[in-house]
């Protein structure tokens, strides 16, 4: 039986805090929160099930949409799993564009969280500076790769594009107006009263229980977890490079934001040095249409935290399996711990300080009969059927131009 | 009769008050555009708002109470226009005056605020409702402090209406320098009244989506949206008057071009603070205005008892 004090919010699926569909349903008491209940499934897209249906090439381009942010991340994390299952070795210059560009992501995805958490806690000047200065880095990245957000310069082998030495200059002058921008920002959260007086305190996740949660990423660093995959199991051209992983001992909001703008000094020195070594040679290796067969896991450390993808090969073009373990999906779950007994006011940051993506975690909603508390589990053929059924009641009939289609193949 | 309507509803009344107030809050988000680095919107934005809003649909929630829900509005307008006849503007002499109207005026403006609680509350939505209790909440921390200061100011003066008050500062120029804690005071007490950043806690937009006003729409926003740019002239005039009180005795024409000069200052003033500061919490607030703002405004009653004593014989 519900108190009659407790009040309850409907934050989501549609609210100004969320940027994606997401339900936290908060239970208020007063100002407090005494409970959370979230529910995930409103974004999912098939994406998993897609990749079986297409070769690896074409999963590499659906997988890059996995997120609008880290894409580059997925799309590493992807076509590492598929190298190390073909046995190819990629040339170390195509490794060091990867890292490049990795780095360059990890700078505008911080750039970007560090706006969207001013404007939760109404300090919208932070959103218009930074993202301002945000453009210095998307403009640069659409210079290297040719696009702003999906930059499409992986391949299985290599990168499909090269840098010249006009835009490794322009990389170097970009980094020293980035880095002075930043270090006005560390100024900000040293120095600003009330947006320390908002962050710190706030979301508290200590570290047993960031490890209890298994938390990733800044929101475990920021609670002293020192984890890091491009440290712990280096990948791409990091294991030639020099940086800090960054902690942080708060366990807040605050010190959330101090582990992303430490971080994003600290890839300012990894582009440095990277361009520094970059390496001459080839930047493609050839690939093989098929990948024969075997199972592989990669890790990959994503401006959100540990990215993990697992995929299964069966010696054909496409392959068999696909699995995506998105940063968020481990961080979400701390989230209701983080705001319980929290304040209302608090919840968009809370939830936004662990830079939540839930595009890229929604993997299957299992609605469960809730009356006979039955579940069934459907193969893909009477899932598909049912599809089509229900588009047909609705007056979508798309079998007629699957037989014209058919037919025009047929000749 | 002609020429009192002329004033009420033309010059300096109801006209005046509406382009002026369409006129700040252009030069607030102007200004605060430009302090963001950004280009802003052009000048006729906040009328071309006004009268799109005009044209839309009002929807009334089925759950709402009819009445209270389309009375709000107009009331809480009708209250801020009329705190503004007994604000002297350019010359010692307020439209209207009588001894207490200081009391008066703190109550009409006090008005639009309950106007905000009793539409959020009777629009029985949650989000309406958290912050229609917000807005009471951030009523009862701020009001107390603002009083204060603007009766510290006033015993100063031994008066109890503006116009004596303005005479008074007038007629012993300087004196008004006593009272610059209370101005402070009063201009933080007025950005709780205004509900800006940092105190736009009531309609915090990523917490509870627009506070009060979530349910209005059409013709009803409007005229809550109108209320709230008219209340920063209205308050701004008023702490023009009480806290800024020079420049009287010089005619109409260099006094009101003073005048204007007064509220522009505040009105950026207020851009300013709305550009540096994140929004607080409400927990937040109370303690800052319980805990410093408060004590503040008794010593500043303190500091005028003093200054009477000693001073004004």
Not at chain 1, 72 to 81: K, L
Not at chain 1, 211 to 237: K, Q
Not at chain 2, 233 to 259: D, E, K, Q, W
């Amino acid at each position: 039986m519900p108190d009659p004090r407790d009040v309850r919010v409907p934050i989501g699926p549609q609210h100004p805090a969320l940027k994606e569909p997401e339900s936290f349903l908060i239970t208020l008491r007063g100002e407090k929160i005494t409970s959370v209940n979230i529910r995930m499934g409103y974004n999912h897209r098939g994406i998993e099930k897609a990749c079986e249906e297409r070769t690896y090439i074409q999963d590499l381009y659906l997988i890059e949409r996995v997120c609008g942010i880290c894409s580059h991340a997925h799309s590493t994390c992807f076509v590492q799993a598929v190298e190390e299952i073909a046995g190819l070795e990629i040339p170390a210059r195509a490794k060091y564009i990867r890292t490049l560009i990795a780095e360059l992501e990890r700078v505008h995805s911080h750039l970007l969280w560090l706006g969207v958490a001013g404007h939760e806690i109404g300090f919208d000047t932070l959103l218009m500076y930074t993202w301002r200065d945000r453009e210095v880095v998307m403009d640069l990245l659409a210079s290297i790769t040719g696009n702003r957000v999906n930059y499409g310069i992986n391949t299985i082998g290599g990168v499909r594009r090269d840098l010249d030495a006009s835009q490794i200059e322009e990389t170097l002058k970009a980094m020293d107006i980035l880095e002075e921008r930043t270090k006005y920002y560390v100024g900000i959260a040293q120095e600003e009263i009330t947006l320390k007086k908002r962050l710190s305190g706030v979301g508290k996740l200590s570290y047993e229980d960031a490890l209890r949660f298994g938390a990733v990423g800044p929101t475990g660093r920021a609670s002293g977890v020192a984890r890091d995959v491009r440290r712990d199991d280096p990948y791409a051209a990091y294991a030639e490079i020099n940086f800090n992983v960054i902690t942080d001992n708060h366990c807040d909001v605050y010190g959330r934001t101090v582990v992303r703008l430490k971080e994003l000094l600290e890839a300012f020195s990894i582009i440095r040095q990277l361009l520094k070594k970059f390496p001459d040679g080839p930047i493609v290796v050839k690939a093989p249409r098929k990948i024969p067969a075997g199972e592989t896991v990669s890790r990959y450390e994503a401006p959100r935290g540990e990215d993990l993808h697992y995929v299964r090969a069966n010696g054909t073009e496409k392959p068999e399996r696909v699995k995506v373990r998105a940063p968020t999906l481990a961080n979400v779950q701390a989230v209701s711990h983080m705001l319980e007994d929290g304040y209302l006011a608090d919840m968009p940051i809370v939830v936004a300080a662990i830079d939540p993506c839930f595009s890229c975690t929604d993997r299957m909603s299992l609605v469960s009969n809730l009356d006979n508390h039955r579940t069934d589990v459907l193969p893909w053929e009477v899932l598909r059927r049912r599809g089509i059924e229900h588009y047909k009641k609705q007056g979508v009939d798309f079998s007629v131009l699957n037989k014209k289609l058919a037919n025009v193949l047929g000749k | 009769m002609l020429k009192q309507l002329f004033i009420l509803l033309v010059f300096p009344g109801f006209l005046f008050l509406l382009t002026s107030g369409l006129l700040a809050e252009f030069i607030d988000r102007r200004l605060y555009a430009r302090l963001q680095n950004r280009q802003g919107p052009p000048w006729f934005q906040p009328l071309a708002d006004f009268i799109k809003l005009l044209g839309k649909e009002d929807i009334v929630p089925q759950e709402a109470d009819t009445t209270v829900f389309r009375l709000m509005p107009l009331v809480a307008l009708s209250a801020t226009v009329a705190a503004f006849f007994y604000i002297p503007l350019w010359g010692t002499e307020a439209m209207f005056s009588f001894n207490g109207d200081i009391i008066v005026v703190l109550y009409l403006l006090m008005l639009p605020t309950l106007c905000f609680f009793l539409g959020g509350w009777y629009s029985r939505s949650v989000f309406s409702s958290i912050g229609a209790v917000r807005v009471l909440t951030q009523l009862f921390a701020y009001e107390v402090p603002l009083f204060i200061c603007i009766l510290a100011s006033s015993l100063l003066a031994n008066t109890w209406s503006l116009s004596g008050m303005a005479a008074f500062y007038s007629k012993h120029p300087g004196y008004w320098l006593f009272n610059l804690i209370g101005f402070g005071i009063a201009f933080i007490s007025l950005l709780g009244k205004l509900e800006k950043v940092p105190f736009d806690i009531p309609e915090a937009e990523t917490e509870i989506v627009a506070g009060s006003f979530t349910e209005y729409s059409g013709r009803l926003l409007a005229f809550f949206r109108l209320t709230i740019d008219i209340e920063l002239i209205v308050g701004t005039s008023l702490l023009a008057a009480v806290f800024l009180p020079f420049g009287f005795g010089v005619g109409p024409y260099i006094g009101f071009v003073i005048y204007i000069l007064k509220v522009l200052l505040l009105v950026a003033l207020v851009s300013l603070s709305r550009t540096i500061f994140a929004r607080l919490r409400i927990d937040q607030m109370i303690n800052l205005c319980w805990k410093y703002l408060a004590p503040l405004a008794f010593l500043q009653v303190l500091l005028n008892l003093i200054a009477k004593g000693v001073m004004v014989k």
